[in-house]
């Protein structure tokens, strides 16, 4: 009867197979439509899902508009920072919480397509351990954006050793198990295909769609490639020196 029928809908709710981990800062505009996309997409694919989007720290009324689409919506998980604490803490709050055996991280300003996360799912399981979103045509403007990208995709690619088109996309699945573990600090999400790389784990690139930017304006700009380049030296220590420290000196 009606119980029994809610019992299996709360057992599905309560065990998600897939956790999506959205960081958000400032998207008040945009997050009624985020979350229906991501709702159509995964309601019709048919698999248990959880929605974990992360409010870092935002000064508009972002997390009032979570709140509300939480009460209608049990499949929605919020997590409210203090303060902004940026996206890389955003995505490592989100892997503690996440209860799916895979992760998909996405973007919260739409540019993102959900639509793509199945696909990138089915190729996940053909047996590889993370999925990293490419995005080939990219609707963002060249000199600030684009050139400034491909240029960080060809240094982190030469550096780490692991040879990606896009390290700046955000749209890409993991098996749980192999993001848990890492330690992640500064704005190494970008670099997660790298350091993950480090347990010898396979990774796969898929083409995803690109969409423009509806709301508002992108909060990260050039001033961030400077970081990316120190944070790249971070991660090249960890990845050749964690285990003779002293030689980076000699580098």
Known sequence: GY????????????????????PIYNEAAALAELHREFTETLAQWGRPYEILIIDDGSTDHSFETLARLQEVDPHLRVIRFRRNFGQTAAFAAGFDHARGQIIVTSDGDLQNDPRDIPAMVDTLERGYDMVCGWRKDRKDSFLSRRLPSMLANRLISAATGVWLHDYGCSLKVFRAE???SLKLYGEMHRFLPAIASEQGVTIAETVVNHRERRHGRSKY???RTVRVILDLLTVKFLLSYSTRPLQIFGL
């Not at 119980?3 to 959205?22: C, D, F």
């Open 221 to 223: 700009g050039i001033g």
């Open 178 to 180: 192999v993001v848990k």
């Open 3 to 22: 119980m029994g029928r809610m019992g299996i809908y709360e057992t599905l709710v309560m065990t998600p197979e897939l956790s999506v981990i959205i």
